[in-house]
Nanobody, 115 residues
Framework: QVQLVESGGGLVQAGGSLRLSCAAS????????MGWYRQTPGKQRELVAT???????NYADSVKGRFTISRDTAKNTVYLQMNSLKPEDTAVYYC?????????WGQGTQVTVSS
């Protein structure tokens, strides 16, 4: 079993920055993918960014150049640095960990960007 605990969400003005953190615990295997997704009411959860154990990254086009994903493999923690935030970035952000055929999710953290 895997547990993911997110932190760092909140309210920020447009153009501001936030940093999200997600700590994983439990049965963590070495070769996994950790990342961030987001969801707004009435819409499907969408990819924001992911990073493999080997540090290969994948970003949604809408966040490229503004968001940076990083991870500390020793601490099983993944971060999302969000800069130049826009009102359309407002969503619940979910941490994910994918290993073997399983996908685990955090409880979500609200990010609200005011205009």
């Amino acid at each position: 079993q895997v547990q993911l605990v997110e932190s760092g969400g909140g309210l920020v003005q447009a153009g501001g920055s936030l940093r999200l953190s997600c700590a994983a615990s439990g049965s963590i295997f070495r070769f996994n993918v950790m990342g961030w997704y987001r969801q707004t009411p009435g819409k499907q959860r969408e990819l924001v960014a992911t990073m493999t154990y080997g540090r290969s990254t994948n970003y949604a086009d809408s966040v490229k150049g503004r968001f940076t994903i990083s991870r500390d493999t020793a601490k099983n923690t993944v971060y999302l640095q969000m800069n130049s935030l826009k009102p359309e970035d407002t969503a619940v952000y979910y941490c994910s960990l994918h290993q073997y055929d399983y996908e685990y999710w955090g409880q979500g953290t609200q990010v609200t960007v005011s205009s």
